[in-house]
């Protein structure tokens, strides 16, 4: 199944992989090359497969969610004010990076980069005009509290109870068990 998004914008091209939707096929060509890389995408991660430089023999290599750095995302600013965000799959070896969504509106670009890092449960990352990809603070299942004024009690309230030491009360249900049968004998 392919649910890529390939739309033709002002001059550039905005690609949008469906973090949705799986599996996902997909082609690239690599920045500064003319070797051409397919992708296959699934919910435990990647399949690359591309044609080695030097011999031109097949050479496929599966890489789990985990073997990522992050979801990163690069700004660039254009003359015009209008600015282009690339999310990625960020992998030490750059060739290995894979891209997921380049576009302009910022709301669907942090919308895919949430889903993608929780998909994978790896860091959302931001790349730096220095090249250094440095970690966002996002944590999407922190309870906070809205004022921090409420003491200890509404503090311990917040935190989970266990499964093992929840009760009810006694009350009726309004569910009445009757039993019939006879009595066995062992």
């Not at 690609?15 to 996902?24: G, N, T, V």
């Not at 690599?30 to 030097?54: C, E, F, M, Q, Y």
């Not at 004010?81 to 891209?99: F, K, Q, S």
Request: aromatic share 6%; charged share 25%; proline share 6%.
């Amino acid at each position: 199944m392919t649910n890529t998004q390939v739309l033709r914008g002002r001059d550039d091209t905005v690609l949008r992989i469906d973090p949705a939707y799986f599996p996902q096929k997909f082609s690239y060509t690599a920045k500064g090359t003319d070797a051409r890389i397919a992708v296959k995408l699934d919910t435990r991660g990647a399949v690359v497969r591309r044609n080695l430089p030097s011999s031109n023999l097949p050479f496929s290599i599966a890489l789990p969610g985990r073997a990522f750095k992050g979801v990163a995302a690069r700004a660039v600013a254009h003359v015009d004010g209008a600015i282009t965000v690339t999310l990625e799959l960020h992998h030490a070896d750059p060739e290995l990076c894979i891209p997921l969504l380049v576009a302009h509106d910022l709301e669907a670009i942090v919308a895919d980069w949430q889903e993608w890092a929780l998909l994978y449960d790896i860091p959302m990352l931001m790349v730096e005009a220095d090249g250094a990809a440095r970690a966002v603070d996002f944590q999407p299942h922190r309870v906070t509290a809205a004022n921090d004024e409420a003491g200890p009690r509404r503090r311990k309230a917040t935190r989970p109870i266990p499964r093992l030491t929840v009760r009810m009360e006694d009350g009726k249900l309004g569910v009445a068990l009757k039993l019939a049968g006879r009595a066995v004998a062992a």
